[in-house]
Nanobody, 124 residues
């Protein structure tokens, strides 16, 4: 399994932007999908965005379409999540995931490797 380390979280006012980064310990081109998920206390982890490592396919949960963009840099083995027009309801712990095992690219149960998570807080 690959090791994943997230960075770039923090606090921002509604309407602001943040960019999350996820550095992988190995080559991400050998992985099929990499994704970003988020979780708030008492709720299940939710798929936010996913990208195929060919960069040909991206997937987003409806609530972030048009505001968030997932991308990856194969040379740096890093996946990014650019978050614009942030809303208070985007407040959550955000996790990077890799090693897709099937079952839906926005399904957290479909991924085997996880980062430690990073907090994003959006104030109104």
């Amino acid at each position: 399994q690959v090791q994943l380390v997230e960075s770039g979280g923090g606090s921002v006012q509604a309407g602001g932007s943040l960019r999350l980064s996820c550095a992988a310990s190995g080559y991400i081109t050998s992985r099929n999908y990499m994704g970003w998920f988020r979780q708030t206390p008492g709720k299940e982890r939710e798929g936010v965005a996913c990208i195929h490592t060919s960069r040909e396919y991206t997937f987003y949960v409806d609530s972030v379409k048009g505001r968030f963009t997932i991308s990856l840099d194969n040379a740096k083995n890093t996946v990014y999540l650019q978050m614009n027009s942030l809303k208070p309801e985007d407040t959550a712990m955000y996790y990077c995931a890799a090693d897709y095992a099937g079952g839906g690219v926005l399904n957290p149960r479909a991924f085997k490797s996880w980062g430690q998570g990073i907090q994003v807080t959006v104030s109104s």
